[in-house]
Structure formats: C-alpha cells, structure tokens
C-alpha cells in the first residue's frame, strides 16, 4: 500500500506542475501590472493623472520597491522558480493585499470550506443512495419516474438562481425570514454560549449553503447507484442468494447493496477538487468567508500568491481524492489490490 | 458511396423515430426552437422603436431603417436622431409587443413591479427586466453556440489525435486531458475572465478553451474503438492518407456520442456565464444578461421579480437542453443510457 501511495503520488507530479505553471503564467502574464492595479487609487491613480515630473519619479519608484519586494522584476522562469522552492517549506508567499502570509490566511478559511463540502457531501450520499436504492428496486415504476425526473430537474437548478431565490424569499427581506441572508454566525454569538446553542446557530446559519451545494448532486450520484445496483441485482449470486431462501431485505442491503457501494466510492475522488470551484458562488451570495470567497476576491483584487496557492491547493485535493477513494475501494471491496490494477 | 449515404439517412431517421418517441425530449426540442426564435428575432419583439409609423406626414420603419443603419447602407435622418419615438407626437405608430430596450435607462421608474406598463417589472435604473431577458436570450445562445464551437474543435482534434495515432501522441494527450480534468475549471475560468479586459467574446473563448476534456475523452474513446474496425485497416491498406481516414472514415461515426456532449456543453455552457455575469465577472458593466439581472436581486431582496424571471429563463433554457441531449442519448444508442456525460 505504501509502494502503491508512492507510485500515485510519483505520477502525480506532471499534473501537479502542469496546474502550477498554468496559474502562473495566467496570473503573471495577464494584462496589466499589479504593482499599479494595486495601487490604484493611491500611487497608480497619481500616475494616470499625470502628476509632476518629479513625484512621477517618486512614485516609479515606489511601484519599483514594491516589485521588488514581491520578487515581480525578475524574469518569469526565477519566479517560477522561487515560487516551486518555498513551496516545499510551505510559504505561499504573503498576499499583495495586506503583506500577511498566504499560508495563514488560506488556513484560516479552510475549516469553514471543509465543513461546508464535508457536510454537503454526507446529504449527497444520505439522500442519492436511499434515492438510488428505492429506483432500482422499483425501476420503472411511477415513483422510479418521478425520482429520476425530479432529480433531474434539480441538476438543472442553476446555482445561482436557487441561491438568490434562497436569499430574497427565505432570507428575511420582504417575505418570510427562516434563515439569515449570509454569514456563519449570529453577530451576537459567543462561543460562551450553551453548546447547543451555538450548534443551533450554527446549524441554522450552514442550512440553505448546505442544501445549495449539495442538491445538484443528487441526481448524478442517485443514477450511478440505480445503474449499478440494476447491474448487481442482474448477476448469478443474487440469485443465488434469493434461491437460498434469504429475505429480500438481506439480499437488497447485504449482498447487492454492497457491491453496488463501490462506483460511488470512485465518484468521491472526483468531487473533492471541486470544493473550491463549486464554493465560490455559494460563498459569495451568503458571504462566507470560506477559500471560495477568498479565491474570488483575490481574483478581483489581482492579488496572485493567494490565487496560485488555492490552485495548488485543488490539486492537492486531487490527489487526496485519488488517494481517498482508491483506499476506500479496497475496504469496500477486497478483491481489489493495491498495486497490482493496472486501468 | 451511394448505398453509403442511404445507409446513413437510414441511421439518422431512425434516431428521429427514437427521439420522437420520449414526450420530454421533444418537449426540450420544442423550447429550444423557441428560444432560439426569440433571439433571432429580439429586436422585433422587443425594441424602443416602433415597426411602423407616420411623422409628419411620412412614413418611417424604424426597426428595419436601424437594421440598414447598422449595415451602413443608410442613415437616420436627423429628425429621429436619438429620440424618444413615444414621446414623438407621431400621428401613428405600432409598437412592438415589450416596446423597450434592454438597456434603456429609465430613471423615473427604477424599481417598478410587473405590471401591464413593465410586463416582469424594472431594475434599479428603470430597465425593462422583459427587454433585457428576450435581449439576454441572444446573448447567452451565442455563448452557448460558440463555446461549444470552439471546444468542439479543440476536442475533436486532440481527442482524433489521440485515439488514431496511439503511442506516445495518446500518452501525451492522455496527459493534458488528466491535467485539465484536475485543474478546477470554474476557479481557472474566473480567474482569467478577471484578469481579462471584460468582453463577451473573450468569455465565449475563455469558456470554450476550458470546456473540452469532456468531448475530447469521447473522441478519443470512439477513435480507439473504430480504429481497429476492419474497414479502417482495409481503407489504410489502399493507402488513404492519414487525415482522410481519421476526418472521412472514422470521424462520421465517431460523431454520435460526441453530439450528446456538444448539446449538453450548450447547456453548461450558458450556466457558467450566467454565474460568471451573475458574479460581474467578464461581461461589460453595461451589458444586461440573464446573470447580471439576477445579481442585482441579491442587493435589492425587496425586488423579487428580479430573482424570479431571469433566474427561470436560465433554467428553463437548461433544463431543455439536458432533456434534448438525454433524449438524444437515448435515441442514438440505448446502451449509453446512464453513461457519464
């Protein structure tokens, strides 16, 4: 297993770099100079406005300290360079924005992220697995139809829409306040609060985000478990199993059940780069502050470290979902070994 | 080659059979076609200028002169130069059904709720929110049309070079198809639609460069697979070049998964720019689309047919377009049915 972790992460360094020197040259050959972007308002403005000879030369070089400083005069394959090699000391660098470490602030927000997806990712599978079950046990049934079709439909729910659907009719404007517009907590929550006071708050401030992330899921992963359950439920040892005499509910759950377990299992693999990605408009409609928000805002404020370091951070996640899922693999199934698959 | 082509409308007519029969699929059909009349044709059902009328004795076609105008053959003459034609004082004229422009500001009545003067009510600056959703239309099938159009081709091509050459040319493609699949394509698209001037040609083009793995990994699949057909050995043996059994041979009967991907990529492709327009992120500040509308929702909560109406022309355009591509799925080849998209 260890020789098997190795081989992934060995295989996974192309990509790794690929995604790496992708951002990058993104960020760095982009139109227009970031010390001036950033300044803007202060020192760019001034130089937009023509001030006198002089100062120009003043602010040119304060614009050239600040290069300087964030190592953007020199040529892009040293910056790439610099970038790679702190990379292994884990320094993202520090943000244009307010010269904090990268590294910090990316830290400081990917709890709440996590607990966003974690908690999305368990509804996914408490909801299209059972959901899945039920069409396969009944395919083709009404309630199969009705299953498939409105799983359907909620694929298609654009985000966007549910969300600020979400926010105008639920999220106490004009109609009915169930559950606060944004944010992760009360403004008066303390964490001296009751325990369970503060679970409720929290709950009641993770709900919509929760079920906004999660509801698209629905309908891909409860049609993978409905396939591959049908495919299971079609093979000998089922019907072994029920000529043997065994209860439908121990076939359904012990035999077919299980098997059919394992897609699933791989999908997870794919749905973890997308954390990030598919947090970025949820957190920004309810304002919380998780990587998405901050991988948008640092998107509009051009501010690069902290972009280059959430796409490294996807690809980390990457190969953690690789990794994740292949080892999950072989506990639900144990006829896979690791090692010897070669796809 | 006859017998050929017979063979083919043969295969075609019976995917129509196929599709015909699945009610929702044809029902997605039927709102597709409507859409897509309703872009080409928005400037007749929606447009401060009247079909017709009469001014001072003469006879004017607003909507068509302003077709001829944009076509350089004529001019406006300088009495409707910039006017407001409701407030003209014409003896006659017709209207068109939503007589507004998407992006006439109006800021006497910024805010307004639907009703019969403004059908789906107003924005913050008194922009008819119909308007601006019929106008959208456009806007967001061309997005659709052309970044699928270019993803097509980047696709395509990788995908057929892959698959028909093997070796190394597929170990290296494999690879770049693996680095795309890893890289997180929203955050990639918003990044460089950020760092980008605004443009909604840009973003076509943005969208289209990081939509292709999905058509790409279909090519190449089928491409493996028809490779080893015996037609294609006896077609290499008589010596056709390369590129005519990879576009002529193979390709024609590649197509068919292919098709799947390329109505469903339509409609990923108008869900990520109405969140990129949704998140002000790539279009023009001043250009109203389906995203834009609904963001405006987010500040003004009390504003509810601003989430309402462009939110559910979004959906209702994708939701017709997945059943399309399902039914086509399901018509093309019934053992797709289920497969990854």
Do not use: C
């Amino acid at each position: 297993m260890g020789r098997y972790i190795l081989q992934r992460l060995f295989l996974f360094v192309p990509t790794f770099i690929g995604i790496t020197l992708i951002s990058f040259l993104i960020t760095h050959l982009a139109p227009g100079d970031p010390a001036e972007l950033l300044a803007g308002g202060g020192l760019g403005a001034g130089v937009a406005a023509g001030i006198s000879v002089e100062k120009r030369g003043t602010v040119d070089q304060a614009l050239a300290e600040w290069r300087a400083q964030f190592g953007l005069d020199r040529p892009l394959h040293v910056q790439y360079g610099v970038w790679l090699k702190n990379l292994f000391t884990l320094n993202f660098g520090d943000s244009f924005k307010d010269n904090q470490p990268v590294a910090g602030k990316i830290l400081e927000r990917l709890p709440v992220t996590v607990k966003l997806n974690i908690l999305s990712l368990l509804l996914v599978y408490l909801v299209a697995i059972p959901l899945g079950v039920y069409s396969a046990t009944h395919s083709y049934s009404f309630g199969d139809q009705v299953t498939t079709f409105t799983a359907f439909v909620l694929f298609a729910l654009p985000i966007v829409w549910a969300g600020t659907m979400a926010i105008v009719f639920l999220g106490g404007g004009d109609f009915l306040y169930l559950f606060p517009p944004g944010g992760l907590t009360s403004i008066d929550y303390s964490p001296e609060w009751p325990l369970w006071e503060r679970l409720k708050d929290q709950a009641w401030h993770l709900f919509l985000p929760v079920v906004l992330l999660s509801y698209g899921g629905f309908a891909g992963l409860s049609r993978y478990m409905r396939t591959g359950m049908l495919e299971v439920l079609g093979q000998d040892f089922v019907r072994t199993a029920r000529a043997k005499g065994l209860s439908e509910s121990i076939v359904i759950y012990k035999h077919v059940l299980r098997n059919s377990l394992i897609p699933m299992v791989t999908i997870l693999a794919s749905i973890l780069p997308g954390m990030i990605s598919g947090s970025v408009i949820i957190e920004t409609i309810f304002s919380i502050p998780g990587l998405g928000q901050l991988g948008y805002q640092a998107v509009l404020a051009r501010d690069y470290p902290i972009v280059m370091a959430l796409f490294t951070v996807s690809a980390l996640l990457t190969l953690l979902g690789i990794l994740i899922s292949d080892i999950l693999l072989s506990v639900v199934d144990p006829r896979i070994a690791f090692g010897r698959r070669q796809s | 080659m006859a017998v050929n082509r017979a063979g083919r409308r043969g295969y075609w007519s019976h995917v129509w059979r196929q599709f015909k029969r699945n009610r929702l699929a044809v029902g997605g059909l039927y709102v597709v076609l409507g859409l897509l009349t309703i872009a080409v044709l928005a400037d007749l059902i929606s447009s401060d200028k009247p079909y017709y009328m009469r001014y001072r004795g003469i006879d004017y076609f607003p909507i068509f002169r302003g077709y001829l105008v944009k076509l350089g053959v004529t001019k406006w003459p300088p009495e409707l130069l910039n006017v407001n034609y409701k407030e003209l004082g014409t003896e006659r004229a017709l209207f068109p059904p939503v007589p507004y422009r998407p992006d006439g500001i109006d800021l006497t009545a910024p805010f307004a709720d639907p009703s019969l003067g403004h059908w789906l009510g107003t924005d913050k600056l008194g922009r008819d929110v119909m308007a601006g959703i019929i106008h959208g239309a456009r806007i967001s099938l061309s997005v659709g049309f052309v970044s699928v159009g270019i993803s097509l081709l980047i696709g395509v091509s990788l995908g057929a070079l892959a698959g028909f050459f093997g070796s190394w040319v597929d170990l290296v493609i494999s690879r770049v198809f693996e680095l795309m699949l890893a890289i997180p394509t929203f955050f990639l698209l918003i990044t460089i639609a950020a760092v980008m001037p605004p443009s909604i040609f840009l973003t076509m083009a943005i969208i289209g460069l990081t939509s292709w793995v999905g058509i790409g990994r279909f090519t190449r699949n089928e491409f493996l697979k028809i490779r080893n057909l015996d037609y294609v050995t006896a077609a290499v043996a008589l010596g056709v070049s390369s590129r005519s059994v990879m576009f002529r041979h193979i390709l024609p009967n590649a197509l068919a998964p292919v098709m799947v991907s390329v109505v469903l990529g339509v409609a990923a492709a108008i869900l990520v720019e109405s969140s990129l327009s949704f998140l002000g992120i790539g279009v023009p500040a001043d250009l109203v689309t389906w995203g834009s509308i609904l963001n405006e929702a987010r500040s003004n909560t009390f504003a509810w047919w601003l989430a309402v109406f462009p939110g559910a022309a979004i959906f209702v355009t994708v939701l017709a377009y997945y059943m399309v591509g399902e039914g086509l799925r399901d018509a093309l080849d019934p053992r797709l049915r289920g497969s990854e998209g």
